[in-house]
């Protein structure tokens, strides 16, 4: 069954009104979720309501919570204190500002700290290359990812996303884990009792698994590219977490709060404005690179195949199974 956007994101936000967010974040919150499965990442879509919904009751997130911008910073930075709340609130009070900031000095850095993310980053960078700017944005989350060479996880699988405006063309925009594969696909596979690929996860043993609810159930992932993807994620850390004021990913502890889904972590952005930078013909630059590549025999630019789902839900709608909504409604009565 086809859904329109707005239609979705009322729903959404109903339902995450009705289990304790505020109206203003349920908003936000909701818009998110949608345009993720509009966009074809079901991982991190309405298949994410049910998390939210479970964190929530936890009480392990506050739902109410307002974020705040911390005063006193330097010109080229925007700190915000999501206060125990949703990342997307938090950015959204510091994207004008960071925004402003960034077109007048040519960079700005936006730290974030004491935030929940589970969201698709894209989401977050995209905005920002509309608006003309270059945007690298990184979150780190629940400790699941072992890094190279040891024995127990440290690292989330901390994701990080790059946008960049383009000539005539939508945005240039790449989001990837630091994982082999997202949780969130992962998780998706074991719902669906499919096999991972081989290199992706660890079972509760440490033993490599191709199984897919071993890896969810106690196990724990691999770094991609081995020790260059270890790299990233630690990278990740130090961006996220110990510049942020966040917490690192092995420091983050739900235990006393059952039901518990999200990560109180940070969100480091960076943007530049290439034209205060100092480039030249910058996007026509990036036409002649995305030329090249597509010369050398590249079939699909990342992000494509997102921008292609979100032109044929614009006339068509957002498909959801009768399966996907009966679990939201029932998330209004539970």
Same mark, same amino acid.
Request: with cysteine; aromatic share 6%; net charge positive.
């Given at each position: 069954?086809?859904?329109?956007?707005?239609?979705?994101?009322?729903?959404?936000?109903?339902?995450?009104?009705?289990?304790?967010?505020?109206?203003?974040?349920?908003?936000?919150?909701?818009?998110?979720?949608?345009?993720?499965?509009?966009?074809?990442?079901? %991982?991190?879509?309405?298949?994410?309501?049910?998390?939210?919904? %479970?964190?929530?009751?936890?009480?392990?997130?506050?739902?109410?919570?307002?974020?705040?911008?911390?005063?006193?910073?330097?010109?080229?930075?925007?700190?915000?204190?999501?206060?125990?709340?949703?990342?997307?609130?938090?950015?959204?009070?510091?994207?004008?500002?960071?925004?402003?900031?960034?077109?007048?000095?040519?960079?700005?850095?936006?730290?974030?700290?004491? %935030?929940?993310?589970?969201?698709?980053?894209?989401?977050?960078?995209?905005?920002?290359?509309?608006?003309?700017?270059?945007?690298?944005?990184?979150?780190?989350?629940?400790?699941?990812?072992?890094?190279?060479?040891?024995?127990?996880?440290?690292?989330?699988?901390?994701?990080?996303?790059?946008?960049?405006?383009?000539?005539?063309?939508?945005?240039?925009?790449?989001?990837?884990? %630091?994982?082999?594969?997202?949780?969130?696909?992962?998780?998706?596979?074991?719902?669906?009792?499919?096999?991972?690929?081989?290199?992706?996860?660890?079972?509760?043993?440490?033993?490599?698994?191709?199984?897919?609810?071993?890896?969810?159930?106690?196990?724990?992932?691999?770094?991609?590219?081995?020790?260059?993807?270890?790299?990233?994620?630690?990278?990740?850390?130090?961006?996220?977490?110990?510049?942020?004021?966040?917490?690192?990913?092995?420091?983050?502890?739900?235990?006393?709060?059952?039901?518990?889904r999200t990560t109180r972590t940070g969100e480091f952005i960076l943007l530049i404005d290439p034209e205060?930078?100092?480039?030249?013909?910058?996007?026509?630059?990036?036409?002649?690179?995305?030329?090249?590549?597509?010369?050398?025999?590249?079939?699909?630019?990342?992000?494509?195949?997102?921008?292609?789902?979100?032109?044929?839900?614009?006339?068509?709608?957002?498909?959801?199974?009768?399966?996907?909504?009966?679990?939201?409604?029932?998330?209004?009565?539970?």
């Open positions: 069954m086809a859904n329109t956007f707005d239609e979705l994101v009322d729903l959404v936000r109903r339902i995450f009104v009705r289990h304790g967010m505020s109206d203003s974040n349920a908003n936000i919150l909701a818009h998110n979720c949608v345009a993720a499965e509009r966009d074809g990442a079901k %991982s991190h879509g309405l298949f994410r309501v049910g998390d939210y919904v %479970s964190t929530l009751k936890s009480g392990w997130v506050d739902g109410q919570a307002e974020p705040r911008l911390d005063a006193d910073r330097a010109a080229s930075v925007v700190s915000v204190d999501a206060r125990n709340g949703f990342a997307q609130p938090a950015l959204a009070l510091g994207r004008s500002p960071a925004i402003s900031k960034a077109r007048s000095s040519g960079v700005c850095i936006i730290t974030i700290r004491d %935030s929940h993310h589970l969201g698709a980053l894209w989401l977050d960078a995209e905005p920002f290359a509309h608006a003309g700017l270059l945007a690298l944005a990184c979150v780190n989350s629940v400790k699941r990812l072992v890094p190279w060479g040891g024995r127990e996880p440290v690292f989330g699988t901390n994701p990080m996303a790059l946008a960049v405006p383009r000539q005539g063309n939508e945005p240039l925009v790449f989001d990837q884990a %630091s994982s082999a594969m997202a949780f969130g696909e992962i998780a998706l596979a074991a719902k669906g009792g499919h096999q991972l690929p081989p290199g992706v996860g660890l079972d509760r043993d440490r033993h490599p698994t191709t199984d897919a609810r071993a890896v969810v159930e106690g196990g724990a992932l691999l770094p991609f590219g081995g020790q260059k993807g270890s790299s990233i994620a630690m990278m990740i850390e130090l961006l996220s977490a110990a510049l942020t004021g966040g917490s690192f990913s092995y420091e983050v502890d739900s235990y006393g709060y059952p039901g518990a205060r930078a100092g480039a030249r013909d910058f996007r026509g630059r990036v036409e002649r690179l995305v030329g090249k590549m597509a010369e050398c025999g590249q079939q699909r630019l990342p992000g494509v195949r997102r921008y292609q789902n979100r032109r044929h839900a614009a006339g068509h709608g957002i498909p959801a199974s009768d399966a996907v909504l009966k679990m939201l409604h029932g998330f209004l009565s539970s």
